[in-house]
């Protein structure tokens, strides 16, 4: 065989470095992308772009967004590539607002997605696109109204109830709390009460099955991570790792209890006024009974019942996303909660005081109007949920190219565009001092002078996130009921400061929470 230097090993490193070369060049002209088009980006490296930190898991999904939007301090946008694929960080407000709500048109579509074959992953509000979504938005929204939310409270107060009845038995000065896992348990037993029917008593029962898949589906293996990542960042590659939304043992269970209880409920006539109940009468009807129909922005949308079927895995897909989105975020907040409050005793005892006062005036049973009506409760919480939002990020793609309102540059279809939750909220432009845990920032007249579109935990616009009424109404519960027991306070043991996760899609500590819970005076009198 012919060589060109009559070296074998020489003809190799040649064609290994012109190999070399040839990558090389690709990947810088590629790279131009964001220059040629006036748009600042943090440096890219050959083959992985901006995203070697996130394929190391050295990163989170929002860590990663949350450094492409300080790479640009007074930006209105940033861009990055994702290995050669050029995507975008909106950094300017009045940007957002038009993205989120004026041209949501051009962007209606979420970048993320799973693999073809993951039914329960690709039949849900948060991957499903199109006209399916919202037919799917238009006929799930009644299921979070007020109204709705007022039927649900006394189940999610009862789980409230039992978690008081834990700390009771788990707290004391020389035995610390695990709030991470106990809130985790918690909400386990609101979502799975609400969503799917049963009483989970994951708080008795630490092998309770629910809390263990709930545990599966938030434990970030490597490859775990990886296809977290794939979901938010390359929905192709979903489909070439065969990729799941949920793993498959979650599947599995999810359906097999899903359905065991439908059938059970309809062979026994039951009713519950949860959210099975309305998922019931989709299945049999179409629609929700009484239903009120609070998306004004889709009374357009079309009635063909052939967009989404409520049948089979579709119907499992709703309780199953309600199931996820709801109980780590709900889980987190409330730990985050209890750990600021915990450094912070002069702003517990504000909340304590005002906790008092319901509790007395309800006899010890506040209703729903009571948790919604607490001014400082709701401080506190929105607080929490600007330092630490749950989900960090929002991903759009761009459907059409769409022009950026006073400036020249055109976002292309098909590019995928963020937006980075934890800079604008740690934005000291917007927040001064923003690693400082200030309620005071959400008094009427202060949240008054906040600028729009900087303070955004739910999203904005028709893709906002439809369970916030739940979402609210599980933490401020759980609040309630612990801090009218109890005073919180950190132990030799609490993580100061917190470190966060790299792997984790949620905003989530790295380790766990311990707290000291002690018997408030007043209740031990």
């Known amino acids: 065989m012919a060589t060109i230097t009559g070296s074998t090993f020489a003809d190799a490193a040649i064609l290994l470095g012109s190999l070399l070369v040839a990558v090389y060049f690709y990947y810088a002209h590629k790279f131009t992308y964001w220059k040629k088009r006036g748009v600042i980006t943090p440096k890219p490296i050959p083959v992985f772009g901006n995203f070697l930190m996130a394929m190391l898991q050295k990163r989170s999904p929002g860590q990663i967004v949350l450094d492409v939007y300080n790479a640009g301090p007074q930006e209105p946008y940033v861009g990055f590539y994702i290995f050669s694929r050029p995507s975008i ?24 997605c799973s693999s073809e074959d993951d039914v329960l992953g690709t039949q849900n509000l948060f991957t499903l696109n199109g006209e399916p979504w919202k037919y799917l938005r238009t006929k799930l929204s009644p299921t979070f109204t007020s109204g709705r939310m007022k039927k649900m409270f006394p189940l999610v107060r009862n789980c409230a109830t039992q978690l008081v009845d834990y700390m009771l038995d788990h707290s004391g000065e020389k035995s610390p709390v695990e709030v991470k896992e106990t809130m985790a348990k918690y909400a386990t037993d609101v979502i799975s009460t609400c969503a799917f029917g049963i009483e989970t008593n994951s708080l008795k029962d630490p092998n309770a099955e629910f809390r263990e898949f709930g545990r599966k589906i938030f434990e970030f293996t490597r490859y775990r991570t990886l296809e977290v990542l794939s979901l938010f960042f390359v929905p192709s590659l979903m489909s070439f790792l065969h990729g799941k939304f949920f793993t498959k043992e979650s599947t599995e269970f999810l359906r097999k209890v899903f359905w065991d209880t439908i059938n059970y409920r309809e062979e026994n006539k039951i009713r519950r006024d949860d959210f099975l109940d309305l998922l019931i009468q989709l299945k049999n009807k179409g629609r929700i009974d009484d239903g009120e129909d609070e998306e004004k922005d889709f009374k357009k949308v079309t009635n063909d019942s052939s967009l989404f079927e409520f049948t089979g895995d579709n119907l499992v897909a709703q309780p199953a996303l309600f199931f996820t989105a709801g109980f780590e975020t709900n889980a987190t907040t409330l730990s985050f909660t209890l750990y600021e409050l915990s450094l912070q005793p002069e702003l517990q005892k504000r909340l304590r005081t005002e906790i008092a006062e319901i509790m007395k005036a309800s006899n010890g049973v506040p209703t729903y109007e009571d948790i919604f009506g607490m001014k400082y409760l709701g401080m506190v919480v929105s607080e929490t949920l600007r330092k630490y939002p749950p989900l960090p990020l929002l991903d759009r793609v761009c459907l059409r190219d769409y022009k950026v309102p006073g400036t020249d540059l055109v976002i292309e279809k098909n590019t995928p565009v963020y937006i980075a939750l934890l800079g604008l909220h740690r934005n000291p432009e917007y927040f001064q001092d923003p690693e400082r845990y200030d309620p005071e920032r959400f008094e009427e007249e202060n949240k008054r002078r906040q600028k729009p579109y900087t303070y955004l935990p739910f999203g904005e616009g028709p893709h906002n996130c439809i369970g916030l009424r739940f979402g ?8 309630v009921h612990i801090l009218s027991q109890f005073e919180v306070k950190p132990c030799k043991e609490t993580p100061i400061p917190l470190v966060l996760s790299t792997r984790s899609s949620v905003l989530a500590t790295v380790s766990g929470i311990p707290l000291t819970f002690i018997k408030s005076q007043a209740q031990a009198a």
């Open 89 to 112: 960080v909106i950094r300017e407000p009045n940007i957002i607002k038009q993205i989120l709500m004026k041209d949501f048109n051009y962007f209606s579509d979420r970048h993320a």
């Open 472 to 479: 609210l109404m599980a933490v401020k519960t759980g609040l």
